[in-house]
Nanobody
Framework: QVQLVESGGGLAQTGGSLRLSCAAS????????MGWFRQAPGKEREFVAG????????NYADAVKGRFTISRDNAKKSVYLQMNSLKPEDTAVYYC??????????????????WGQGTQVTVSS
């Protein structure tokens, strides 16, 4: 049974930092492209960052480029999202997701087969 479990969310001030983690089990993690998505109240789920199977290639939404960094540790079956220079508009539930069909992460949430339960990130102004 595939499980993705996020952690590290919480409350931060504008300009602060948080680091999200996503621990995977029940899958051959190194063969899955991974993505982070977020969803704010009343808004659509949106792509934040993606990383390919080896960790050598990443891509980011324009809104977070230069502030967020995605990384992975295949030995630990984990993917991370380092979030710096946080803004109130980063407030959302953050989800990690796994795609077994591709080596490179895509931006469409519907292409991901497995999802975590989400972790809340709240940035106060």
């Amino acid at each position: 049974q595939v499980q993705l479990v996020e952690s590290g969310g919480g409350l931060a001030q504008t300009g602060g930092s948080l680091r999200l983690s996503c621990a995977a089990s029940g899958l051959t993690f190194r063969t899955f492209a991974m993505g982070w998505f977020r969803q704010a109240p009343g808004k659509e789920r949106e792509f934040v960052a993606g990383i390919n199977t080896s960790g050598e290639s990443t891509n980011y939404a324009d809104a977070v480029k230069g502030r967020f960094t995605i990384s992975r540790d295949n030995a630990k079956k984990s993917v991370y999202l380092q979030m710096n220079s946080l803004k109130p508009e980063d407030t959302a539930v953050y989800y990690c997701a796994a795609d077994f069909r591709r080596r490179t992460a895509v931006r469409s949430w519907s292409e991901y087969e497995f999802w975590g339960q989400g972790t809340q990130v709240t940035v106060s102004s």
